[in-house]
């Protein structure tokens, strides 16, 4: 069973940072690409961050220079850390992955940032 478990949310100031953790279980972790999501109240989904098996990252340019994914494949690990965060950073963040045709979601972290 594909299993993403996201953890590291809460609440910041703003100008403050957080840094999320997808840990991923149930299959092949380092062939993997790994997205991060996230949707604010009210909103569509977004994807934030892409990271490929090769390392290769890509992001949406509202969190271009504030945020970097990296990923661990020692430890099925993907991380977004988030500086300088912004009150429209606020929503839930998901990590994302496709495996053969298939969907996989983690169960989401709240991120709220604050004036």
């Known amino acids: 069973q594909v299993q993403l478990v996201e953890s590291g949310g809460g609440s910041v100031q703003a100008g403050g940072s957080l840094n999320l953790s997808c840990v991923v279980s149930?299959?092949?972790?380092?062939?993997?690409?790994i997205d991060w999501y996230r949707q604010a109240p009210g909103k569509q989904r977004e994807l934030v961050a892409s990271?490929?098996?090769?390392?290769?990252?890509n992001s949406v340019d509202s969190v271009k220079g504030r945020f970097t994914i990296s990923r661990d494949n020692a430890k099925n690990t993907v991380q977004l850390q988030m500086n300088s965060l912004k009150p429209e950073d606020t929503a839930v963040y998901y990590c994302?992955?496709?495996?053969?045709?298939?969907?996989?979601w983690g169960q989401g972290t709240q991120v709220t940032v604050s004036l």
């Open positions: 994302y992955t496709r495996i053969f045709a298939r969907d996989f």
């Open positions: 149930g299959f092949t972790f380092s062939p993997l690409v």
């Open positions: 990271i490929s098996r090769d390392g290769g990252t």
